[in-house]
C-alpha cells in the first residue's frame, strides 16, 4: 500500500498531514509547523524585527506591548501638551534630553530602568546621545510657558 496516505490527527490543533509527511527525515520541524499553521508545505515567511506570520491565524497583541517589544518604534501620531500633568513632566525632561519619550530613551541607550526620584516619580538622571548627564531636581522644573512645547507620542 505505497500510495495509501493516512491523514494523522492532533487533537490540539485539529489539523491533519498525511502520516509520510510526519517522520520524514527531509521535512524540518519548521516546515511541519508552517504545513500546520498555514495549510501549504515550505518555510514561515520573516521579516526582519518581525515575529513569523502564520496566516490567519495569527495573534493579534497589544499595540503597546508590540511598540515596546520592537526594535525600531516609530509613534502613529503626535499632538501638544496642554496642561502640566506629572506625565507632562516626565516627557519635559525626556525631551530636554534628546529623547521623544522614555520608549526612544530605553531603546537607544538599551537600559532596563531609568533613575527616578522615590519621593516624587520623576525621571533623575538622564544620559544624553552624547553621553553626557543631565540632572533633575525632584521638584518640578517644567514650567506653565514650558507646557505647550511638549510632544506627546501615541503608538
Request: glycine letters at 6%; one cysteine or more.
Amino acid at each position: 500500500m505505497l500510495g495509501d496516505v493516512r491523514a494523522a490527527k492532533i487533537p490540539t490543533v485539529g489539523l491533519s498531514l498525511p502520516t509520510s509527511r510526519i517522520r520524514s527525515e527531509t521535512t524540518s520541524t519548521a516546515a511541519l509547523s508552517c504545513e500546520l499553521l498555514t495549510g501549504r508545505p515550505g518555510r514561515l515567511e520573516v521579516e526582519r524585527g518581525k515575529p513569523p506570520r502564520a496566516g490567519p491565524s495569527e495573534i493579534i497583541a497589544n499595540k503597546t506591548s508590540v511598540a515596546m517589544a520592537s526594535s525600531d518604534v516609530k509613534p502613529k501620531s503626535i499632538h501638544r501638551a496642554k496642561k502640566w500633568s506629572e506625565e507632562i513632566e516626565n516627557l519635559y525632561r525626556f525631551q530636554q534630553a534628546g529623547y521623544r519619550d522614555e520608549v526612544e530613551y530605553k531603546q537607544v541607550k538599551q537600559v532596563s530602568m531609568v533613575d527616578r526620584w522615590p519621593e516624587t516619580g520623576y525621571v533623575k538622571k538622564l544620559q544624553r546621545r552624547d553621553n553626557t548627564f543631565y540632572y533633575y531636581n525632584k521638584q518640578r522644573e517644567c514650567d506653565d510657558k514650558e507646557v505647550h512645547k511638549v510632544k506627546i507620542y501615541a503608538y
